[in-house]
């Protein structure tokens, strides 16, 4: 996992894998989301006890970046470096992944984020979560379409 320090990121790793707080961010989250505007099956998603954010997944790593406007461009894209590397050791090394964007909007908490270890200055930008795949299921075919092919 340490995959991610190849990439030069002002990249912070928070590393959760008790499940009580993985569930507890979930049902958090699931909070957050429920005060936005979502289709109605969303909406009973989010307000159902039943179905987690992170579908159980043992591990949640959280990449975070320091809240700095100016360096916000370069610092999406340092984590986005860094959780593609772990995606991709992970799928080395057996494991399944899912980037979890919903679990940005704990950022919305920031007191929760604190006692997360997450530094006050900082932002979740990457939530992700590994776990050994129950099945591996063959990846959706991909159309690559090419604008035009310059000789
Ligand atoms: C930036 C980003 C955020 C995502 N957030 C979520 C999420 O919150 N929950 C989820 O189940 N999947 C999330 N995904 C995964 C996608 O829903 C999808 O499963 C994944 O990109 C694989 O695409 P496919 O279904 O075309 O194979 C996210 C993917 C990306 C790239």
Redesign the pocket.
């Known amino acids: 996992m340490g995959s991610f320090r190849y990439e030069p990121a002002a990249v912070e790793v928070r590393c959760h894998e008790n499940k009580h707080i993985i569930e507890m961010l979930s049902l958090r989250t699931k909070e957050l989301l429920s005060k936005m505007s979502w289709s109605v099956d969303m909406q009973e998603t989010f307000k159902s006890k039943k179905g987690t ?1 992170f579908y159980g997944a043992p591990l949640l790593i959280l990449l975070c970046v320091p809240r700095k406007e100016e360096w916000r461009t370069i610092n999406l894209l340092d984590c986005g470096l860094a959780a593609q590397n772990m995606f991709l050791v992970a799928y080395q090394e057996g494991m399944g992944s ?6 940005c909007f704990l950022n919305q908490d920031p007191k929760l984020l604190i006692q997360l270890g997450v530094p006050e200055d900082h932002e979740v930008i990457a939530p992700m979560i590994f776990g050994y795949p129950a099945e591996n299921p063959r ?2 075919p991909r159309e690559v379409k090419i604008l035009k092919w310059i000789e």
């Not at 899912?98 to 679990?103: D, M, T, V």
Request: charge should be positive; charged fraction near 10%; proline fraction near 0%.
């Open positions: 954010i899912c980037f979890i964007g919903f679990a990846s959706k």
